[in-house]
């Protein structure tokens, strides 16, 4: 399952996404290390939240301008 998960992801490239697992070699499955790993506990069990960070979306030049205005003025 966590093989074709990591197939299926890498066609994704633009996404971003989040997995909530406690099998200890997922990264190694999945075929890529995570861009940040958190260690969560669900009662007893010792669980790892994988965060995956697509790219930043660019900056339109509008949001750079309205960026001194505060949030009320927008």
Do not use: C
Request: aromatic share 18%.
């Amino acid at each position: 399952l966590y093989k074709e998960m990591g197939q299926v992801f890498a066609r994704l490239d633009t996404w971003s996404f989040y997995i909530l697992t406690s099998h200890p070699e997922f990264e190694k499955l999945f075929g890529r290390p995570a861009t940040k790993r958190r260690k969560l506990y669900n009662g007893n069990i010792q669980v790892q939240f994988y965060q995956y960070f697509g790219p930043r979306p660019p900056r339109r030049q509008n949001d750079r301008q309205d960026s001194s205005y505060p949030a009320e003025q927008r």
